[in-house]
């Protein structure tokens, strides 16, 4: 067999757009308050775009420059682009060319857009783990940007789930790494489709007779996020320990060794009780969601990126992503820094 390589994130960086949206904002345009959110979600505030300024991709590109940057490469080194999200710029062609456009220029190198929602990130950075390990590309950019709040009910009818989401772009650079102590030590992905559309958004839908009518626009049901949030809560609780235990488990490890849990920030419930039953201190789960919601394809490298700014990750830390969300998909990786 061909020698394999290991990969490492050579560079991590965020982006999030300045405008912020308190709860208090939310309650002046529909019935909620400050105290359902918080103490349902643990959501104090969450950022929206700026219409003219920031774009799904360009906030990509936005995360991409810091991450090259913390990296000490150049877009010239950049061989092949991975990018996840549920709020793309088009219906196509996806928003990985659109990066390739603005951070490239002139150089022409693949780009795959990644369709798994929250748990988007770890699966495209299994992708681009997978290229690196094999030795066909030595640097690999992978970015999670989400435009949620254009594709929200923001009245009361969408309150159960206009509350929780916001905006943001993360980045990873996943670089050939020479050095055998590190690395991405596995990935494990999954999905179950029978779970589909409890957590979907289901219109325009290339299957419809009509793709998109004035009644589907009226009535504002497929065309905003479905989400069945106790059914989700309870997918979620189990899916999350069993996935990091996967990822600990095929590689000798047990909680007790984790430095750092990084989890999508989906609900603050839902990241307190992860950390109660894996039994892990506070200090080493990150949680960021109060400040930003749940961006889901862009809420792992956010968080990634913030704990690392922190001086929270350290080489030779054994950190673990992990994700769950519509689909259902769910994700782990593990990685010793
Ligand atoms: N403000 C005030 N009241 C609200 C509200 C809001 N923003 N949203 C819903 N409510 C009301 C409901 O109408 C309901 O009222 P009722 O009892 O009079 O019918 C009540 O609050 C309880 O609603 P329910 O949906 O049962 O609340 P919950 O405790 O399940 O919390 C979620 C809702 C969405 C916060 C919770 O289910 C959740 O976090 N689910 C998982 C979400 C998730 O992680 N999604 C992303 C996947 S990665």
């Known amino acids: 067999m061909a020698k394999m390589f290991r990969s490492i994130l050579s560079g991590v960086g965020h982006y999030v757009p300045e405008k912020i949206v308190t709860n208090e904002d939310l309650s002046k345009i529909m019935e909620t308050s400050d105290e359902w959110i918080q103490l349902r979600t643990g959501i104090k505030e969450r950022r929206h775009f700026t219409p003219g300024v920031d774009t799904c991709a360009n906030m990509g590109v936005k995360a991409a420059r810091v991450a090259l940057e913390r990296a000490g490469l150049s877009p010239d080194d950049i061989e092949f682009i991975v990018f996840a999200t549920l709020s793309p710029d088009y219906f196509f062609p996806g928003s990985g060319v659109l990066v390739q456009k603005e951070l490239m220029g002139d150089k022409t190198v ?23 390990k094999t030795g066909m590309y030595k640097h690999v950019l992978v970015i999670g940007s989400e435009i949620h709040s ?3 009910d923001m009245t009361t009818r969408g309150r159960g789930v206009s509350v929780i989401f916001g905006d943001g772009a993360g980045a990873a650079i996943v670089s050939r790494c020479e050095d055998e102590g590190r690395g991405i030590l596995s990935t494990h992905l999954h999905s179950e489709g029978q779970y589909a559309e409890e957590l979907a958004v289901l219109d325009p839908g290339s299957s419809r007779e009509v793709r998109l009518s004035k009644e589907m626009i009226d009535e504002a049901t497929g065309i905003y996020p479905y989400m069945n949030g106790n059914y989700v809560f309870k997918h979620a609780v ?27 920030q989906a609900n603050l419930r839902i990241t307190t009780y992860i950390r109660e039953s894996m039994n892990l201190p506070e200090e080493r ?10 961006t889901t394809a ?4 956010i968080a990634l990126s913030e704990a690392w700014e922190a001086g929270r990750i350290k080489p030779g830390d054994l950190v673990c992503l992990a994700a769950f ?12 820094w």
């Open 110 to 132: 693949g780009a795959l857009d990644v369709r798994d929602q929250c748990s988007g990130f770890v699966y495209a950075l299994s992708v681009a783990d997978q290229f690196v």
């Open 150 to 152: 254009t594709g929200l």
């Open 238 to 264: 189990t899916r999350f320990p069993e996935v990091i235990n996967e990822a600990l488990a095929s590689n000798g490890l047990s909680a007790s060794d984790l430095d750092l849990l990084v989890p999508h």
């Open 285 to 294: 789960v990150v949680s960021n969601i109060h400040k930003y919601g749940n």
């Open 298 to 301: 862009a809420s792992i490298p």
């Open 325 to 336: 969300g519509s689909g259902f998909t769910w994700a782990s990786a593990l990685i010793k």
